[in-house]
T-cell receptor
Framework: SQKIEQNSEALNIQEGKTATLTCNYT??????LQWYRQDPGRGPVFLLL?????KEKRKERLKVTFDTTLKQSLFHITASQPADSATYLC???????????FGAGTRLAVHP | DGGITQSPKYLFRKEGQNVTLSCEQN?????MYWYRQDPGQGLRLIYY???????QKGDIAEGYSVSREKKESFPLTVTSAQKNPTAFYLC??????????????FGNGTRLTVT
C-alpha cells in the first residue's frame, strides 16, 4: 500500500544547531514534493517545493533534498532558532493520484 | 492583504445538526480545497473545486457537501450523516487546479466540536 511517513516523535535540538527532518514514502512516484510549516491552531504555510529532477533546493536557512532512489526527502534548517519551533509537514504530488498527499508531520522544538 | 478567511474559529454543535463552515479567499485563485486534520494523521482531502460551479469528491467526502457559486467562496456543510465530525477543518486555495507545482495557501482553520 502507499504510505508517506514522517517521524511521529518530536525532534528536540539546541539553538544554533541544524535540524534535519525526514519524509519517506513507498509505492508513489512523486513528481513534486512540498514542505509546509504549521503552528498550533493555525493553517500550514508553504515553505519549499522540489521537483523530481532536482536534487536540492535552498531558501535562506532552509534546504530540501529529494532522493527518488531512496524514496526520501530531507528538510534542513541551519542555525536553528526557538522561533523555528513548529510542526513541519511534507506533501507529495503523484500524477497517478492527481492530488497532494500529506504526511502527519514532525514537531520540532528548538531550545535556547 | 490577500489571504483565506475561515470562520468561525471555533464551532460547537449538537449531534444531528448540520453545520456550515465558511471559507473566503481574495487571492483570485481558481482552485479551492477542504481538508480535515485529526491528531496523528496527515491532512485528508474532503472536496475540491477547480472552477466555479464545479467540484469533485476527495478521499473522505461522505457526510459532507460543498458549493462553489462564486470564485471567492467555498463553504463546507458537515451533515448529520458524518459519523465522526469533530475535527480541525482547513480550507486552502491554489492558483491553478490540482497541480503539484502550485503551492497551497491555507486559512487558519475551524475547530468543530460535536457533542
Amino acid at each position: 500500500s502507499q504510505k508517506i511517513e514522517q517521524n511521529s516523535e518530536a525532534l528536540n535540538i539546541q539553538e544554533g544547531k541544524t535540524a534535519t527532518l525526514t519524509c519517506n514514502y513507498t509505492n508513489y512516484s512523486p513528481a513534486y514534493l512540498q514542505w509546509y510549516r504549521q503552528d498550533p491552531g493555525r493553517g500550514p504555510v508553504f515553505l519549499l517545493l522540489i521537483r523530481e529532477n532536482e536534487k536540492e533546493k535552498r531558501k535562506e536557512r532552509l534546504k530540501v533534498t529529494f532522493d527518488t532512489t531512496l524514496k526520501q526527502s530531507l528538510f534542513h534548517i541551519t542555525a536553528s532558532q526557538p522561533a523555528d519551533s513548529a510542526t513541519y509537514l511534507c506533501a507529495l504530488f503523484s500524477g497517478g493520484y492527481n492530488k497532494l498527499i500529506f504526511g502527519a508531520g514532525t514537531r520540532l522544538a528548538v531550545h535556547p | 492583504d490577500g489571504g483565506i478567511t475561515q470562520s468561525p474559529k471555533y464551532l460547537f454543535r449538537k449531534e444531528g445538526q448540520n453545520v456550515t463552515l465558511s471559507c473566503e479567499q481574495n487571492l483570485n485563485h481558481d482552485a479551492m480545497y477542504w481538508y480535515r486534520q485529526d491528531p496523528g494523521q496527515g491532512l485528508r482531502l474532503i472536496y475540491y473545486s477547480q472552477i466555479v460551479n464545479d467540484f469533485q469528491k476527495g478521499d473522505i467526502a461522505e457526510g459532507y457537501s460543498v458549493s462553489r457559486e462564486k470564485k471567492e467562496s467555498f463553504p463546507l456543510t458537515v451533515t448529520s450523516a458524518q459519523k465522526n465530525p469533530t475535527a480541525f477543518y482547513l480550507c486552502a486555495s491554489s492558483i491553478v487546479g490540482v497541480d503539484g507545482n502550485s503551492p497551497l495557501h491555507f486559512g487558519n482553520g475551524t475547530r468543530l466540536t460535536v457533542t
